[in-house]
């Protein structure tokens, strides 16, 4: 009988990565202050008896990291695993747990570069798991529900916490004290309710086995940096990267990706010298930039990230670079992914 149930249930792999999901603090009382990546998936999993009612789950551990500290490199190793477990026939979903700080960057890599329909969850906490009303075993739980979905395949990466399903496209961490933290300028997908998923909405960009990206043909990934604009602002930053080697600089620009005319004729000269530059603003509750507007992108030859934030824009210039590096290609890509 047990045989038999176990037969029905999908199999969800949990890659596990550190985070505060696996953090850990010196009382029940420590919400905010406790180390990040302590525990390992092993004990994570065997928290949650109620998780092999959902699927048959089994564990592994990545890497052990706090997630402002993951790299290109941790990305790609992270990209390849997930592949490998796409491509085996034994495994339904795969969860992801990471820390939240740059969740939405590992989420938006994914999506952009994994070549399968089946669930792909990123999952993080806000609280560690040894604080009162820890909020990590809740979004662990959810995350496993919707990894052994037939509901969630084909959606792209996806995002779960605070009960909320959202596009690993869209997802940014907002707020960082609360746990209602990620949101997404255009909406939740979904929600998930006692093990059960319920979906509202599609993502309309290209995403995973309609991407022309693929982890299996990318050996590394450029240098994308980025550069933060304010009230007299200088070119230091800009021209200090550029002079580092990155291939593109993303302008986390005010407002509309707005460029302050103290550096304007820098981003001129630096993309004449053939350095991507790729307008984004970081205003909070989500930036809109379009080509032309505020600055004349056509003349002066540099992309808009359109909606994506500074971070998320890296990712992609990255990954788009892999393959071109022209600048109507590219604008391209940011139109369409
Ligand atoms: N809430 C978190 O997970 C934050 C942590 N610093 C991390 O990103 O690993």
């Known amino acids: 009988k047990e045989a038999e149930t176990q037969a029905k249930l999908a199999n969800v792999v949990v890659l596990a990565t ?102 792909i969850i990123v999952v993080g ?32 990466v996806l995002v779960t916490l605070n009960d909320e399903i959202q596009s690993g496209r869209d997802v940014s961490k907002m707020i960082n004290i609360k746990t209602e933290a990620f949101k997404s300028a255009w909406g939740p997908l979904g929600m998930v309710v006692e093990g059960k998923s319920y979906w509202f909405r599609l993502p309309a960009k290209r995403h995973t086995m309609d991407s022309e990206f693929d982890i299996k043909n990318i050996k590394s990934l450029p240098d994308v940096e980025i550069a933060y604009s304010y009230g007299n ?24 990706g707005s460029v302050s005319s103290r550096v304007v004729p820098t981003l001129q000269a630096l993309r004449k010298d053939g350095v991507q530059i790729i307008r984004s603003s970081h205003v909070n509750a989500g930036g809109f930039v379009l080509r032309n507007a505020e600055q004349p992108d056509d ?27 022209d600048s109507k290609e590219l604008q391209r890509m940011f139109w369409e992914y």
């Open 125 to 156: 906490s806000m609280r560690p798991g040894t604080a009162m009303s820890a909020d990590g075993m809740l979004n662990l739980y959810n995350a496993v529900a919707v990894a052994s979905s037939k509901e969630a395949r084909g959606k792209g």
């Open 299 to 325: 003349k002066y030859d540099w992309v808009v990230a359109h909606d994506l934030n500074p971070q998320k824009a890296r990712i992609l210039a990255m990954v788009a670079l892999t393959k071109t590096n």
């Open 233 to 256: 602002v200088s070119d230091t930053a800009y021209k200090a990267l550029a002079q580092s080697g990155a291939k593109a600089i993303i302008h986390a620009g005010t407002g509309n």
């Open 18 to 119: 550190g985070g505060t999901i696996a953090g850990a603090g010196a009382s029940a009382a420590n919400s905010a202050t406790y180390q990040a990546a302590k525990v390992g998936v092993e004990q994570l999993i065997a928290g949650i008896p109620e998780l092999s009612t959902l699927a048959n789950v089994r564990g592994e551990q990545v890497m052990q990291i706090a997630s402002e500290s993951i790299t290109n490199e941790n990305l790609l190793q992270l990209g390849r695993r997930v592949s490998e477990l796409a491509d085996s026939k034994d495994v339904d979903g795969i969860v992801i747990t990471h820390g939240t700080d740059t969740l939405e960057e590992t989420a938006y890599f994914l999506n952009l570069v994994e070549k399968t329909d089946k669930p």
